[in-house]
């Protein structure tokens, strides 16, 4: 092969591979409640159509004794030895708010998949599947709320 045709065809393997594994930024914000007690730590996770975990988002809250009471996400992700590289902070006090961003591809959306958070609380009830939103075009900029300790989630796709 010549210079020129392998130029054109390493330029045209650079524009033809971002569009088949296209993804967009995704900004998610969980509000959480006044519910009267400790920090909550947080798994914000995807699942898949058949509600099979498909990768950690992010973890709120840095001790790991503590992750089986956030038990779906536990339970799920058990056989992920990466779910926790890079993916987690402090725990989020009751009235703050959470911010994540991460890529995630366009496949995901409105493919069936869910963006869930599993919430704990010392000394409180622990909320398994605390908030279940389908990933759709449709639901994003909504806030969906919670059912115990979570106020709002709402995501913005980019």
Not at 9 to 22: G, N, S, Y
Not at 29 to 44: E, H, I, R
Request: hydrophobic share 40%.
């Amino acid at each position: 092969m010549t210079k020129p045709l392998l130029s054109t065809l390493a330029l045209a393997c650079a524009l033809a591979l971002p569009a088949v594994a296209q993804s967009r930024p995704v900004t998610l914000t969980t509000t959480l409640k006044n519910y009267g007690g400790n920090g909550a730590y947080l798994a914000v996770y995807l699942t898949d159509a058949k509600g099979a975990y498909a990768g950690t988002l992010w973890v709120a809250g840095d001790k790991a004794k503590y992750y089986q009471n956030l038990s779906d996400w536990n339970r799920l992700s058990a056989r992920d030895t990466k779910r926790l590289q890079g993916v987690t902070g402090a725990s989020v006090g009751q009235g703050r708010t959470l911010k994540v961003s991460a890529d995630l591809a366009d496949a995901l959306i409105d493919a069936g998949y869910e963006i869930r958070v599993d919430a704990a609380v010392e000394d409180m009830r622990d909320s398994p599947a605390e908030i279940r939103v389908p990933l759709t075009a449709a639901n994003a900029g909504k806030a969906h709320a919670g059912r115990q300790y979570i106020q709002s989630l709402t995501f913005q796709m980019q």
